[in-house]
C-alpha cells in the first residue's frame, strides 16, 4: 500500500472515530479514487477545476480534479519540497506548485499515466497549459475548451455547445454511466443543502477549516454521495450552532490556506481576538440544472462564478463583508499564481474605500519553503492593531 493510500485511509479512520461522518465520507470518495486508479488499475481523466462534474458522472470512467489530488498529496505532505524536486525533474520554477506537486505524483509512479486531460481555459492559463503538455508527453488526448471571456447570451450559448461537444467526444471512449436525470437531481438536491449551509454558517459561523477541506465538493455535484455528505456536514454545523453565542470579530479570508499548515487559522484565531467567519471558494455557484438545457446550466454556472470576472469576484465578497459583518480581510496569495493576486491593488483599494482593514500574506500553499510565516506574523500583527483600534 502506498503511504499516501495509508495516510488517507487513516484519516477516514480518524474522522470516523470523532464522529465526523461528512470528512470520513468526503476522504473516502476520495481513497476509493485512488485505490481504483493505482491498485484496481482503472483508467481515468485527469481534469482542472471547473470542468463540470456533472458532465463526467455521466461516464463509466474515474476522474482525477488535478488541484484536489494535489492538494491532499501537499497537505499529508507525501514529498518533501515538492517544488525543488519538480524542478529537478525538469517542471518550470514559474509555474504553480499545485501542478508541480500534480507532476511529482506521476513521475514517482505514486498515480499511473492518466489516460486523458481534460481542461477549461478558465480559470487560470497555468492549469489547461501544464494538461496540454503533460497530455503530449503521456502521448494521450487532451480535450480543450476555451472558455469565451464574456458572459453574453451568444457567448453562453456557443461554450454550453463546446461543453456539448466535449460530452459527445468522451462518449466516443467511455461507456455512459448515470442517467442525465439521477445526475440532475443530484446536483440540484446538493444545491439545495448548500443553500441551507448557508444559511446556518450565517447565523453561527462554524469551524472555516471544514469549509476549506470540502469546497472542492464543487468537482463532486451530480453524485449521490455528495448530498450525503452535504447532509451530514449541515447537522454537524447545526449541532454546533446551537452551543455557541459569542460576540466576535469576524474576519473574511480571500484565496486558499496553506494547505500543509491549516491550523494556522486557529493560531491566527488566538492571537488576533477575532473569527475567521468566511472564505471564498466554498460557492456551488446555485444554479439548478434542467434535464432538457443541461448543458447552458453548466455554461450559466461557470460564467456567474465569483471568479469569472473581477466585478463577480468584488459582488461576492462585498456581499460576504455585509451578511456577515466582517472587520477585516486577509488575502493569501499564492506564489507564481497569475490569476488572483494581480486583482490585490483593485481589492486593497475597495476595501480602503469601505474602510476595511486588509492585509495580504504571501506565500506557496503547496511547499513549506516558500511561505515566511514569521513575516506573515508580523504582517498579521500590524492588521491586527488595525482592526482593534481604528477610529
Ligand atoms: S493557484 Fe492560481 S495558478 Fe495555481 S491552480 Fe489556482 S488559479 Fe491556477
Not at 498529496?73 to 506537486?101: E, H, L, M, N
Not at 503533460?134 to 455547445?161: C, L, R
Not at 488566538?270 to 455557484?285: N, P, Q, S
Request: glycine share 4%.
Amino acid at each position: 500500500m502506498s503511504s499516501f493510500i495509508s495516510k488517507l485511509d487513516l484519516a477516514v479512520r480518524y474522522h470516523e472515530s470523532i464522529g465526523e461522518q461528512h470528512m470520513a465520507n468526503y476522504l473516502r470518495n476520495q481513497l476509493d479514487v485512488l485505490r481504483n486508479i493505482t491498485e484496481h488499475k482503472k483508467d481515468y481523466l485527469v481534469t482542472s477545476y471547473y470542468v463540470p462534474g456533472e458532465l463526467l458522472e455521466l461516464l463509466d470512467v474515474e476522474v482525477v480534479y488535478m488541484e484536489r489530488l494535489a492538494g491532499l498529496a501537499a497537505a499529508w505532505r507525501i514529498f518533501d519540497k515538492p517544488v525543488f524536486r519538480a524542478t529537478t525533474k525538469g517542471f518550470s520554477a514559474c509555474s504553480c506548485s499545485y501542478q508541480a506537486i500534480f507532476d511529482l505524483l506521476i513521475e514517482d509512479e505514486v498515480i499511473p499515466k492518466p489516460v486523458g486531460f481534460v481542461a477549461l481555459s478558465y480559470t487560470c492559463n497555468d492549469a489547461w497549459m501544464y494538461c496540454k503538455t503533460a497530455a503530449e508527453k503521456h502521448s494521450v488526448p487532451f480535450y480543450f475548451i476555451n472558455v469565451p471571456k464574456t458572459s453574453d447570451n451568444d457567448h453562453q450559448k456557443h461554450f454550453a455547445k463546446q461543453l456539448e461537444e466535449l460530452y459527445h467526444q468522451l462518449k466516443i471512449s467511455f461507456p455512459a454511466k448515470t442517467s442525465m436525470e439521477d445526475v440532475v437531481t443530484a446536483s440540484n438536491e446538493a444545491q439545495e443543502i448548500k443553500s441551507q449551509i448557508d444559511t446556518v454558517r450565517l447565523k453561527t459561523p462554524g469551524n472555516i477549516i471544514d469549509f476549506f477541506k470540502l469546497f472542492p465538493l464543487y468537482n463532486d455535484l451530480g453524485k449521490k454521495s455528495t448530498v450525503e455528505i452535504l447532509k451530514h456536514f449541515k447537522s454537524k454545523l447545526e449541532s454546533n450552532a446551537s452551543k455557541s453565542s459569542e460576540d466576535i470579530t469576524g474576519i473574511l479570508w480571500l484565496g486558499v490556506l496553506p494547505l500543509y499548515r491549516n491550523s494556522i487559522i486557529l493560531d491566527i484565531e488566538k492571537k488576533l481576538g477575532c473569527k475567521i467567519v468566511c472564505e471564498e471558494m466554498f460557492d456551488f455557484g446555485n444554479i439548478k440544472l434542467t434535464r432538457n438545457i443541461f448543458f447552458e446550466n453548466l455554461a450559466q454556472r461557470i460564467m456567474c462564478s465569483r471568479f469569472f470576472s473581477f466585478e463577480n469576484r468584488i459582488e461576492a465578497m462585498f456581499k460576504s463583508i455585509r451578511d456577515f459583518g466582517v472587520k477585516g480581510i486577509i488575502h493569501f496569495s499564492q506564489r507564481n499564481c497569475m490569476f488572483l493576486p494581480p486583482m490585490v491593488p483593485l481589492i486593497r483599494k475597495k476595501a480602503e474605500e469601505e474602510k476595511i482593514p486588509f492585509v495580504e500574506i504571501n506565500g506557496d500553499v503547496v511547499d513549506p519553503d516558500y511561505f515566511d510565516e514569521e513575516r506573515a506574523w508580523n504582517q498579521l500583527e500590524f492588521f491586527y492593531e488595525q482592526i482593534h483600534w481604528r477610529p
